[in-house]
């Protein structure tokens, strides 16, 4: 939202800056609860009544389990019975968040303790009872199962990419006489190149085609293009936005495609980090029951006592390593760290299109799917606050945006 010193007053706005799919994931997390809670009773009470110390001590273990999931869980309540609480000058979106970082600490510390429990066991080996220990582990591995499936069933838990999976726009196809042609902006981690391929056969001849972009503002720019085997690949970079009509012309025909600049909402920006944090820990703990069951399987097997702490030893690392890439990526939000460095390039790209200059840029996340930006602009003769605003409008993720301009808050 962008406020306007031409009306008399601010234009009111709500700061709810939740999930899409809120509701449904808080709905998911209760219900995990609810079934670890039913297996830690049932696993409790089993041993309690056939004497299975190993039984009492894997249902204590799913009570941990419970426990960090409780903590999601309790985020998602709070944050959605929270939202519309002015209290919080931005919402309650990073309540998820702050839940996701202290789960990665929690797992961090379950890590260190798994190791150190190895290492005691390696230096001083315990008599195993099979019997026992694999069913269980078995018991435990089909929960964890259950209990991720539930949790990811059609939830949005994407990566980031700018388009395609495959690091690229859409596709575009394109009709010609001889056959279709498919023109996309190729930049798996290389600079923004277009790439222009048939659909079936071989690409038409590099020295007579040619790629010509016209932007909205009328900026027009030609890209010669080489052949790279099946394909033709421009020499140029193609310069931010990726807003612009293409022109493919072949000899003496030319034909047309329009390309819009995605929105860069998804992957980390609209991630939802208590969810994440939740299906990691049970991800972390079927990992661990899963190398617990070769190690005991080996173990009793060849006699390899040390299989099961060397697996304990792994399953340590894998949970630490799940931590770290949590701890670092929800501290950074916290910190209201650039969420998407190249939508900040982009804005700037944007902003200085037409001679404007973009004297400053914050730009943080306020939520899964919503970020919020403070624009300082320096503006060409003439330009209003709409102007603005309407560049600013393709980007949807933009939740709420102050535009200063020339030292006056806009």
């Not at 999930?19 to 297996?39: D, F, N, P």
């Not at 390696?122 to 078995?138: G, K, T």
């Not at 990566?159 to 996309?184: F, K, N, R």
């Not at 931010?240 to 819009?260: L, N, R, S, W």
Request: a negative charge; charged letters at 15%.
């Amino acid at each position: 939202m962008i406020t306007d010193p031409s009306t008399a007053e601010p234009a009111l706005h709500e700061h709810v800056f939740l999930g899409a799919g809120h509701a449904q994931s808080e709905r998911k997390t209760w219900t995990v609860i609810y079934l670890c809670g039913a297996m830690m009773c049932i696993e409790i009470v089993g041993g309690l009544l056939f004497g299975s110390i190993a039984l009492v001590a894997d249902g204590l273990h799913m009570s941990t389990h419970a426990g960090a999931l409780l903590l999601a869980a309790l985020a998602y309540t709070y944050a959605r019975r929270h939202a519309g609480n002015a209290n919080f000058t931005f919402g309650t979106g990073k309540f998820g968040d702050l839940a996701g970082f202290t789960s990665a600490i929690v797992l961090a510390m379950i890590a260190i303790l798994i190791g150190y429990e190895s290492v005691t066991r390696i230096l001083a080996p315990v008599q195993i009872h099979f019997a026992e220990a694999i069913p269980i582990a078995c018991v435990g591995l089909a929960v964890n199962i259950a209990s991720a499936w539930l949790l990811s069933s059609g939830g949005h838990h994407h990566g980031h990419s700018h388009g395609q999976e495959l690091g690229h726009d859409e596709a575009h196809s394109v009709e010609t006489p001889s056959g279709d042609l498919i023109l996309e902006v190729f930049e798996d981690e290389v600079p923004p190149r277009f790439r222009l391929r048939a659909a079936l056969g071989s690409p038409p001849p590099a020295g007579t085609t040619l790629i010509t972009t016209v932007r909205p503002d009328g900026t027009r720019q030609e890209f010669t293009l080489v052949a790279h085997g099946d394909f033709l690949e421009s020499q140029a970079e193609i310069p931010e936005p990726h807003a612009f009509t293409a022109q493919i012309k072949i000899g003496a025909d030319t034909y047309a495609t329009v390309f819009e600049e995605h929105d860069h909402g998804n992957g980390a920006t609209g991630r939802d980090n208590n969810m994440r944090a939740a299906i990691i820990h049970v991800m972390a703990d079927a990992a661990v029951s899963v190398l617990v069951i070769i190690g005991l399987l080996l173990a009793r097997a060849f006699g390899w006592l040390w299989m099961d702490p060397l697996a304990g030893i792994v399953g340590a690392c894998v949970i630490a390593s799940w931590s770290y890439g949590l701890i670092r990526d929800t501290g950074a939000i916290l910190l209201d760290r650039i969420p998407d460095s190249r939508l900040a390039q982009n804005l700037r790209t944007l902003i200085e299109s037409d001679g404007s200059k973009l004297a400053d840029l914050h730009l943080w996340r306020l939520g899964p799917g919503h970020l919020g930006a403070i624009v300082s602009v320096c503006p060409k003769e003439g330009r209003s606050t709409d102007y603005y605003r309407a560049k600013l409008a393709r980007y949807p993720s933009l939740s709420h945006v102050t535009i200063e301009i020339q030292g006056r808050e806009l």
